[in-house]
């Protein structure tokens, strides 16, 4: 048996040589062309369409009267101005609250941890619907539901987890020895955190700010449900010329777009100013 184990050859990973680099960027290229790109041009095709039916492959008259119309749309300016403002509140509530938590999580050893970082995530894990349903109920009986207050407090809920997740992995990066000597040297709890804590933090409060904004300027499921009809998010406005019984896809086409921007540019700042290690560290720490 020895022998025979001995003699069967082993299985090792494939190694990638010079040769192998065409054909792996012609892959990937192609599937991002493919999830990406595609989607794109085909949103931008039906926003600019004068009337697309079958069996032309794309349209044959164009026309942007559609955008000029959104644009000067009291109803989409009023939706994109909530979304803003709601995602500024809750990317900054959002870090004032995870920062004492992940704080604690970081640094301070505890009993049932594993199962307070669960409970953290529940959020996440739970779908957004069963969450707003759930939510929306209480802020119903608090008086909270169809107003601006709930839709931010509700949304809060859904951001939390990731950017306490991200601001643990940043903490946890902070060496003992630099807090003990700026205790040694006089510092007391509030220049320890002005001067050491919060510096050090950056990192991980803009990785989380910016996927907070994001989150939050996208959000529909617990708007929807705790603010609609009341307060009108462009998420729901998207939602409204989607619906099946007035569907307007080339409505819905133009507020896709306008939706799509700030995450764009979002994501080409975190691609430049965001470590690597701790987007990993935030992501993959279960």
Do not use: C
Not at 215 to 232: N, Q, R, T
Not at 257 to 278: E, S, T
Request: aromatic share 8%; charged share 10%.
């Amino acid at each position: 048996m020895t022998i025979l184990a001995e003699t069967l050859p082993t299985a090792r990973a494939r190694v990638f040589q010079e040769d192998d680099r065409l054909l792996v960027s012609t892959g990937l290229y192609a599937a991002l062309g493919l999830t990406i790109a595609l989607p794109l041009v085909l949103m931008f095709l039906w926003s600019v369409a004068d009337g697309w039916a079958p069996p032309h492959v794309i349209p044959r008259d164009y026309t942007l009267s559609r955008w000029m119309d959104m644009i000067a749309d009291p109803g989409l300016l009023r939706a994109a101005l909530n979304s803003t403002v709601i995602a500024v509140i809750v990317t900054f509530a959002t870090g004032l609250i995870a920062l004492p938590t992940a704080w604690a999580m970081a640094r301070f050893p505890f009993r049932l941890k594993r199962v307070v970082e669960i409970f953290i995530l529940a959020p996440v894990i739970i779908p957004g619907l069963v969450v707003a349903v759930g939510i929306g109920q209480v802020f119903l009986f608090l008086g909270l539901s169809y107003s601006m207050t709930g839709v931010i407090l509700v949304q809060i809920v859904g951001t939390l987890p990731l950017m306490i997740r991200l601001l643990t992995a940043a903490l946890e990066t902070i060496p003992d020895d630099l807090i003990h000597a700026a205790r040694s040297l006089g510092a007391g709890t509030a220049g320890v955190v002005l001067h050491i804590i919060l510096p050090l933090a950056v990192p991980g409060l803009l990785a989380g700010g910016l996927l907070s904004f994001i989150g939050s300027f996208e959000e529909f499921d617990k708007s929807f449900i705790v603010g609609a009809p009341v307060i009108e998010t462009l998420p729901i406005k998207l939602y409204i010329f989607l619906n099946p019984y007035s569907l307007q896809l080339p409505v819905a086409a133009i507020i896709a777009f306008i939706l799509l921007l700030p995450a764009l540019i979002v994501f080409v700042i975190a691609g430049r100013i965001l470590r690597d290690d701790l987007m990993a560290a935030g992501m993959g720490k279960l």
